[in-house]
C-alpha cells in the first residue's frame, strides 16, 4: 500500500497502518465507509463486493486502534456481524498500549427489534447496545449490557458520554448511512475514513447518508491519503467549523 497525503511512502504491514491510525487517549469518533465512486455503500444489498485486500487491512487497522465499534442494528443485521476478532499481533500490540485485546461492539437500535440469535451477541467482551426506554423494554432478558439514551429515540449525544464513561473513548463507527446522518445531525463526528472503490454503482443503491437530508453541508479536510488495489483511502477530519451555509 502507498501513502499519497501528507507524506509520500509506502505503508508495510499491519502494524505500520496501525501506527498511521493510532489515536491520543480521548474522546474521538471516526465513521468508517467504503464506496463506489458514485457513492454507494452496497452493491448487492451488502459492501462486501465495493471491497479488497487494502481496504481490509485499513478496516482491520482501524479496529485494532479502537476502544469501541458501532454500528447500527440494520447494519449488524444486513452485513451478518459476529464477533469482533483481530490478529494475535494485533491484541497483543493493544495490550501493550494498555487497551484490552479487543474492542468492544456497540449496536445502536432505537427499536431494540433485533434478531436474538444473531452471531454478535457472544462478543467477548459483551455487547453494549445502545436503545430507548421502549428498546430496552423489547431487549427485555437480552445477553450483553443494553444502556437507554432517551425515551423514543436515541439520544446519540448522551450514547457517546455513556461510551466514554466505559472508558470506550476512541470509536469507530462503522455505519450504517442512518446512523451516519444522526451522528453528523449531532455534530458527533470528528473523522470520516472513506475508501472510495473503482466502481460506478449508477441508481438504485443506498449511498452514503442514505435518502435524508443532511441540512447545511459539511465540510471536510483531507488528513490522510493512502492507494491499494487501485482503490483510493482517505482520511477526512472534521475542522471545528464546519458548516457549509449556501
Ligand atoms: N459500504 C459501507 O461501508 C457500509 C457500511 C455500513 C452499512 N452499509 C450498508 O448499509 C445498509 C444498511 O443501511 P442502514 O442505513 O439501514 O444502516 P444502519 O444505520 O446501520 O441501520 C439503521 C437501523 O439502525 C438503527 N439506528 C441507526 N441510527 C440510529 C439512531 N440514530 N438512533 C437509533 N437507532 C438507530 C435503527 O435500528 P432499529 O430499527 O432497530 O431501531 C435503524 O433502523 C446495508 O446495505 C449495508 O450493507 C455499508
Redesign the pocket.
Known sequence: MRQLYPVAGEVDGPEALEELYLLPPGKHLRV????SIDGA??LD???GS?GGPADRQVFQALRAVSDAVV??????S??NYGPLRLSAGASERRRSRGQPPLPRLVV???????DRSARWWSSEPPPLVV??ST?AAALDGAAGEVVVCGEH??D?VEAVEQMAARELQRVAC???????R??LDEGLVDELCLTISPVLAGAGH?HLL?SKPLGPAQRFSLAGLLEGDGMLIARFSVPRNRCVRP
Do not use: C, N, W
Request: hydrophobic share 45%; proline share 2%.
Open positions: 468508517v465507509f467504503i464506496t455503500v452496497e444489498g451488502r459492501s465495493l454500528v447500527g442494528a440494520g447494519t449488524a444486513k452485513e445502536v437500535s432505537a427499536r431494540g427489534a433485533v436503545t430507548t428498546g429515540q436515541v446519540l462503522e455505519g450504517g448511512p442512518h446512523l451516519f444522526d451522528l443506498l442514505g
